[in-house]
């Protein structure tokens, strides 16, 4: 074929090309875009006992808010290394779950309470790679699974069978990873996530930097391909939808922590820690709404 009948065949097919892929893109629904949460409040976040963490809590009807924070560790929980708690969550039918740390070992905790008031513990052994620390659990809605994370710069979230909800689990017996949520982008310091839908968290991230996302401290959505079952691996979408308020009377670092939603009254709550001497007067329990 000469060369000059083969280039225009080419272009030809480039431009069959171009109006095939257009159809289709007209053909296919449209991505879901991403929700938009507008402060709507905020409340004084006690540095001692509202500082690392909170959940809302269904179970019994009427139950206060709950948070966590250096002040409410008990005593008999960090004299045995447990000294650092991170953001908590809970399942829709009252179970109560608290992730721990250590400053250094093989192991990390997660402390539940069943809805009759009684506490049990269970203790993951960390995998090959994984990170100490515990920053937060996530309860999946159908709550036979649990999320958590690790700090630093992650492409991934762990997934667990929900201690003390899912039958597979005894406080006697290691708590296995069960499956991997594997990000589709980087994510830095993430401090808590909870579900709004069964694919669908919200994450609050402590990054300092600003480099993955353009902006420091951000609201993190994250959209998954399915639902956690904890018998295969899932892939999630990251969307960067704001930076979380960093006001305060005191300059300085920001720390953002934990992340609630409550689905009652489909209300965001993130705590945001001031800096300085700030931390005593100023920090925040802010609060959202979608629009």
């Known amino acids: 074929m000469p060369l000059r009948v083969r280039q225009r065949c080419h272009a030809v097919l480039t431009v069959l090309a171009t109006l095939t892929a257009t ?7 449209p991505a879901s875009a991403a929700d938009t949460w507008t402060e709507a409040g905020s409340d004084r976040a006690d540095p001692l006992t509202e500082s ?6 269904e179970v019994p009807a009427g139950a206060a808010n709950r948070y966590t924070g250096i002040g409410t560790i008990p005593v008999g929980v960090s004299s045995r290394g447990w ?15 608290e992730p721990y740390q250590a400053d250094s070992g093989t192991a990390k905790m997660f402390r539940v309470q069943a809805p009759d008031g009684t506490w049990s513990e269970y203790v993951h052994t960390l995998s090959a790679g994984e990170a100490l620390n515990n ?27 929900t201690p003390g909800v899912n039958a597979s689990t005894s406080p006697s017996a290691n708590l296995p990873q069960a499956a991997t949520v594997t990000l589709d982008h980087a994510v830095r310091d993430v401090q808590g996530c909870d579900f709004v839908s069964a694919t669908q968290l919200l994450c609050s991230s402590d990054d300092p930097a600003g480099t993955l996302f353009g902006i420091t401290k951000p609201l993190l959505q994250i959209d998954l391909s399915a639902a956690p079952t904890g018998t295969a691996n899932v892939t999630g979408h990251v969307t960067a939808l704001r930076q979380l308020p960093l006001r305060s009377a005191c300059s300085g670092e920001f720390e953002a922590e934990g992340i609630d ?18 931390v005593l007067t100023d920090s925040k329990t802010y ?4 629009s």
């Open 52 to 57: 690392q963490g909170l959940t809302s809590v």
């Open 135 to 161: 920053s937060w659990v996530a309860i999946s809605p159908d709550g036979q699974w649990m999320l958590s994370g690790e700090y630093g710069t992650m492409s991934r979230f762990l997934v667990f069978p």
């Open 261 to 278: 939603y409550d689905r009652r009254t489909a209300t965001l709550r993130v705590i945001v820690v001031s800096p300085g001497f700030c």
């Open 83 to 97: 000294n650092h708690v991170g953001d908590p969550d809970a399942s829709y039918d009252g179970h109560y779950i």
């Open 23 to 29: 159809v289709l893109m007209a053909a296919a629904p």
């Open 287 to 290: 609060r959202f709404t979608r």
